[in-house]
């Protein structure tokens, strides 16, 4: 995203203190038909180092987890018993972010390139967007016992990644879901909580190669 998210994020006071960066509208028309998407589907593991537009990623957002039924704020991916307990961080070279989906904006949450640290493979450094999905516990409800809540909450990150992957293959864009996480390391550098859990990663990029 490079230069236009920053430029997005240095109004106000500067960017060390930017409130929320809106995301322009998702495009919710067009795209690879449902079928050709599935065909095309596949993990990628070489990147571009090329940003991706301010309009890639946010449909790119959306259609990880997004909001599709503005009434109810339900999202493009299901979530158990509607937690939607899943956040999207999004590891740029700019810093990390926070996907918020009922506002279509992304929150500064740590300063830095932490790319490297989202995953154990040498791409992830330089993949230009490593999503991180992160469950928050609170959102959880605590009648269902431990098992059950572990199984949910990350089907629940799977469909998010399975719905980057489809995004992906229909908009021309490598991806591959991602489990070997150091998890501690990387829970520690993104400040997260005693109740939020690092479930899986997920580079995506241009294809290497493709300039
Ligand atoms: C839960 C899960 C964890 C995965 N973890 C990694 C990983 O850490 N690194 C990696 O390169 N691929 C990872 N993958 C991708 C798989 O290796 C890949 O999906 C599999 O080889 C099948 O290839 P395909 O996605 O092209 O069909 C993971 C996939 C899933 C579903």
Redesign the pocket.
């Known amino acids: 995203m490079g230069a236009g998210l920053l430029m997005m994020s240095m109004t106000g006071s500067g960017l060390a203190h930017a409130g929320p960066i809106k995301l322009p509208p998702p495009e919710m028309a067009g795209g690879m038909p449902l079928m050709q998407a599935l065909k095309a589907?596949?993990?990628?593991?070489e990147f571009s180092s090329e940003a991706l537009p301010q309009q890639v990623l946010s449909n790119l957002l959306w259609a990880a987890n997004g909001v599709n039924r503005p009434d109810s704020g339900k999202r493009t991916a299901p979530s158990a018993r509607d937690w939607r307990e899943i956040d999207v961080l999004v590891a740029t070279a700019e810093g990390v972010f926070r996907y918020d989906p009922p506002a279509h904006t992304l929150t500064r949450v740590v300063d830095g390139d932490l790319r490297g640290l989202t995953?154990?493979?040498d791409f992830v450094a330089t993949a230009p967007v490593n999503l991180v999905y992160v469950a928050d516990h609170d959102r959880v409800s605590e009648d269902a016992d431990a098992d059950r809540r572990a199984r949910f909450v990350?089907a629940d990150a799977?469909f998010i990644?399975q719905n980057v992957?489809l995004f992906c293959a229909s908009a021309g864009l490598a991806t591959?879901?991602?489990?070997?996480?150091d998890r501690e390391a990387l829970a520690k550098a993104l400040k997260l909580g005693a109740n939020q859990q690092v479930i899986?990663?997920q580079s995506v990029g241009y294809p290497a190669g493709r300039h």
């Open positions: 589907r596949h993990s990628a593991r995953g154990m493979q990350a799977g990644a992957y591959v879901v991602r489990g070997l996480v899986l990663a």
